[in-house]
């Protein structure tokens, strides 16, 4: 009987520890928002790099790299007036072997949903500092990944 990849990497690995590795954030200069229902928010997110490494002990971890980011657009939905971006790392510990496959299925269908809160989190704090609209993200889709900024709706 075949195991599941995703549940045989559930079971194999734990978490390490969650970082944010950079973060980047900008405003049009003399901007201020003043009409909320004007502005228009876009998110993207991408699981960009999983890489399984040898730590010095002999213990193998595991770091997955994700890019996050959210824009705010002017009323023509063209214009960008703000921008917030980070790259967030998960690192996971190995209680055994795992093949190829379910290290894929785990970065891409668990590791975002461990990373998720700190986004939401630094989202929440630096659009505050910045003056911009509350925004809350929504939770995590498990294996989209949305690696362009999304058509305006």
Not at 43 to 55: I, S
Request: hydrophobic share 45%; aromatic share 10%; with cysteine.
């Amino acid at each position: 009987m075949t195991q599941n990849p995703l549940r045989m990497a559930m079971v194999t690995l734990s978490v390490f520890d969650i970082y944010c590795l950079e973060g980047r954030f900008q405003s049009a200069p003399n901007f201020k928002f003043e009409d909320f229902a004007d502005i228009k928010a876009q998110t993207r997110n991408e699981v960009k790099q999983a890489v399984v490494m040898q730590l010095e002990n002999g213990q193998k971890m595991l770091r997955v790299q994700m890019d996050v980011a959210v824009r705010w657009l002017a009323k023509d939905e063209i214009t960008e007036k703000a921008l917030v971006e980070a790259v967030f790392a998960a690192e996971y510990l190995f209680s055994g072997e795992l093949e190829k496959a379910s290290v894929d299925a785990f970065a891409l269908n668990v590791v975002p949903h461990h990373i998720w809160p700190y986004w939401r989190e630094y989202i929440a704090s630096q659009s505050t500092r910045m003056s911009l609209p509350k925004l809350t993200i929504p939770l995590a889709v498990p294996g989209i990944s949305e690696t362009a900024w999304p058509p305006v709706k």
